[in-house]
């Protein structure tokens, strides 16, 4: 057969793949076809949820396991040697793969990014296509892996064949940037990868793999909160106790220690300072530790002085891993000054793009007393006969310095109205409060709210902060098969730690000025699980914080701005923490009873809080925002966004109807502009105008008046153009422009339409193609009745 008559399939059957093996690679253990690396992005359309397209590789080539070398991207032989060569290496720098070939058939164009002496691009035969261990030498060459340090990089990842369980591909990138580095003498490393995207288990595969290689033999895995230690004791390093009769693995629960073991697990406070465990890490000599990983490393073990950062210094000489999702950098603490720049960073943007990660869409509510604030009347008491200050209040005051009663009923009532409104009663919810006094309010409220279902059980609502009886249902709450809590009150408690993967809003009601904080308290949504439905989350923002997502900190490369001379000490907000793995309250978190009353400097006794409770509240603006194309939160109008975003795309009316009266298919423009981030049938609501797409675009971005769906369908009536039609298709054409008129344009363009009642009692859609001639000539039909539909 001809090469050029042949698919892109019968090329890669019978030529690329068979010069891939007679090169060496073997076909079971080196070689993988078509190998989808994401999830696909998902996209929010009001309640529609979709998937994009995952991104595939037609080959990847490893030289062992979840160890890539090289891409190979494949064309049909009417394709030149080097088509798609931009795509492949597009792939190449995602996978972190230095070798890039494209073949369609003839031979191949090998993109070489360690090329030395030789050119970096150059074409070559079929046969020439080069062996495994040709790659190898040039990746050890390139990457500087000496044959001390093969044996390490060579070491296999753990599989367990009863789990089908396999490292993604930035997990892998990871995993192979920080053995690499410590197979080369790296002693420092920092890892950044956004909260969801299992830090946990990418630790697990570095440690396994340098602890069967025999690099390491001893591990100390530290973390702050006993659930960060628990939960990965119990799933992702549960390799280390599948023999109950072992001595792999411990947890450090008291001043005597076991030495016996290979992996220890502690909590900072456990090993530290802390009552009952004073200086335990000193049982231990300073070399017993050959590698130490510091999970959410942003918090206390940043910070020079930090009791936590002794365990660290003390073992000096171990290879030591922070991890996290929010390097912390302030003037006073650095993971970069102490660990080094990161070897590699997965962010929340790249998570979402990729599929892996929740997207969000945020609910911003302006309370009048936020955005107006509050004096009180000269005089006037609060509900406890206390006089309160006269001077302005505002949003930074409320529920810290000033409570109004009033305001926390109305986000309580404002919350629960838009649960029950969107059928989501039972989607678990956190509230971020301003501190315990304020989560215990906030509760009450949110109980009087729903009597109904707490009735029903008293767990529907619990307050989940230090001290309180609610954390003890903490795990129920994490636990995606146990129903209640529902709605959970908080301060501090669960910004860091919380792997609850079925969270489907969060509420902010707390002034949030720390980046890290924010970052930490939004990747308590992003985890998806499709088995329960929970493919995006909502923010519902009552205090502006999501402001921050607009701040180039957000999402960007994490950058050190600790001074190192001369600096002048600021307030550092670390959360204390206690000795079993739960937060102390902050000092502004703590509670404080109704008549406490402090000294001021002048010797004036003032109250810390006030308690109002007659101060009407009410919601003035409510606006709902949403991703865009480029995974950035729309800020303007939906109106201004969509008039800018398809000017973008067609500069006049004239190149819009151009394009739209070209077009085979109408809905392929608008399916394109959805892709690009139109947001159609959230621009209808904001422009009150139940209007096709078509008269949207007219009106909203090229100042056309509109005309319904309803108007258009009439217009065609009138015109009388179904006269040239028999009895039948005429009828069809007619209930067909009904639909049109009623739920709009995808209907006319395809056939599954035939299939529906008000088409199919005209017969069956062969039957129905027969009145038109064929199938070409009634599609010929609906392109014409929509020619007819947006005549001008």
């Known amino acids: 057969m001809n090469k050029k008559m042949m698919s892109e399939q019968d090329i890669r059957t019978k030529y690329i793949t068979p010069a891939i093996l007679a090169a060496g690679w073997d076909r079971d253990l080196q070689l993988r076809e078509e190998v989808s690396f994401t999830k696909g992005k998902i996209t929010v359309r009001r309640k529609t949820v979709n998937r994009g397209e995952q991104k595939r590789a037609d080959y990847i080539l490893y030289y062992k396991p979840n160890i890539p070398l090289a891409i190979v ?11 798609g060569m931009e795509q492949a290496l597009n792939y190449a720098e995602i996978l972190d793969i230095p070798f890039v070939f494209t073949s369609n058939g003839d031979g191949f164009c090998f993109y070489d990014k360690t090329f030395k002496d030789t050119n970096i691009q150059a074409e070559l035969t079929l046969e020439q296509f080069p062996s495994p261990d040709t790659l190898w030498n040039k990746y050890k060459q390139y990457k500087g892996i000496t044959e001390t340090s093969e044996k390490i990089v060579e070491q296999d990842y753990y599989f367990n064949p009863n789990d089908d369980r ?45 602890w069967k290689s025999r690099t390491k033999k001893r591990i100390l895995f530290l973390a702050d909160r006993n659930v960060l230690v628990d939960d990965p004791m119990r799933k992702d390093f549960k390799f280390f106790n599948a023999d109950s009769n072992n001595r792999k693995m411990i947890k450090i629960k008291s001043k005597t220690v076991d030495k016996a073991y290979e992996v220890y697990f502690a909590i900072y406070q456990g090993v530290t300072g802390q009552e009952g465990f004073a200086d335990t890490y000193m049982e231990f000599s300073p070399d017993f530790f050959d590698l130490i990983i510091v999970d959410e490393c942003h918090r206390g073990s940043a910070k020079d002085d930090s009791a936590w950062r002794k365990i660290l210094e003390y073992f000096k000489n171990a290879t030591q891993i922070g991890m996290t999702a929010t390097p912390k950098e302030t003037k006073q603490t650095s993971n970069i000054e102490y660990f080094g720049e990161p070897i590699f960073t997965y962010s929340l943007k790249q998570g979402i793009e990729d599929g892996f990660l929740a997207p969000y869409k945020v609910v911003r509510v302006g309370i009048d007393k936020d955005l107006e604030g509050y004096r009180p009347t000269k005089g006037k008491k609060d509900k406890y006969g206390n006089e309160i ?43 971020f409060c301003v501190d315990i006094d304020h989560a215990g309010r906030m509760a009450q409220a949110l ?69 890290t904080e924010f970052k930490q308290i939004i990747g308590r949504g992003t985890r998806i699980n499709e088995e329960h439905d929970k493919l995006y989350f909502t923010i519902i923002d009552f205090r502006n914080v999501t402001k921050l997502f607009a701040d180039k900190d957000f999402d960007g490369e994490p950058v050190k701005v ?19 793995g739960q937060d102390f309250p902050p000092e502004d978190e703590q509670e404080i009873p109704p008549d406490v009353t402090f000294d001021t400097d002048d010797g004036e006794s003032k109250r810390v809080k006030y308690y109002v409770n007659d101060v009407p509240v009410s919601v003035i603006n409510e606006r709902v925002q949403y991703l865009d194309a480029s995974g950035k939160l729309i800020t303007e109008s939906l109106v201004d966004y969509t008039k800018k975003n398809i000017r973008s795309e067609y500069a006049s009316l004239n190149e819009f109807l151009q394009c739209w009266n070209n077009a085979e298919k109408k809905t392929a423009i608008i399916e394109e502009l959805e892709q690009k981030g139109i947001f159609f049938d959230e621009l209808k609501e904001e422009v009150s105008k139940d209007l096709d797409p078509f008269d949207l675009i007219c009106h909203v971005v090229f100042d056309m008046p509109p005309l319904t769906r309803r108007e258009r369908a009439n217009n065609v009536k009138k015109r009388g153009y179904f006269g040239k039609y028999s009895e039948t298709a005429r009828q069809v054409l007619e209930t067909l422009l009904e639909k049109y008129a009623d739920e709009g344009l995808a209907n006319l363009e395809s056939l599954e339409v035939l299939k529906v009642p008000d088409v199919a009692k005209f017969g069956t859609p062969v039957e129905i193609l027969k009145h038109f001639g064929d199938k ?17």
Not at 75 to 82: P, Y
Not at 396 to 425: G, I, Q
Not at 562 to 580: R, W
């Open 73 to 83: 991207e494949a064309k049909d032989n009417n394709h030149n040697i080097a088509d």
């Open 166 to 210: 396999k490292p993604r591909y930035y997990q892998c990138n990871a995993i192979n940037r920080a053995i690499e580095s410590i197979a080369n003498g790296q002693n420092r490393i920092l890892l950044t990868m956004a909260t969801g995207t299992g830090k946990t288990y990418t630790a697990f595969q570095i440690i396994y793999r340098l």
């Open 389 to 431: 200050e006269d001077r302005e209040y505002n949003i930074k005051d409320y529920d810290k310095n000033l409570v109004l009663e009033k305001r926390t009923e109305l986000v309580a009532k404002r919350v629960s109205d838009f649960l029950k409104k969107n059928n989501s009663r039972f989607a678990k919810t956190i509230f």
């Open 447 to 515: 109980r009087n709210e729903n009597k109904d279902l707490v009735l029903q059980n008293s767990k529907y609502v619990v307050q989940m902060t230090s001290g309180s009886e609610g954390v003890a249902e903490l795990e129920n709450f994490m636990t995606a098969d146990e129903p209640y809590p529902v709605l959970v009150t908080t301060s501090k408690l669960l910004t860091t730690g919380v792997d609850a993967d079925t969270v489907k809003f969060i509420v902010l009601d707390s002034n949030i000025n720390s980046m």
């Open 562 to 580: 600790k001074e190192t001379e001369g600096d002048i000490p600021t307030e550092d907000t670390e959360d204390p923490v206690t000795e079993d």
């Open 776 to 792: 070409k000539k009634f599609m010929e039909a609906i392109a014409e009745l929509e020619n007819e539909l947006y005549v001008a």
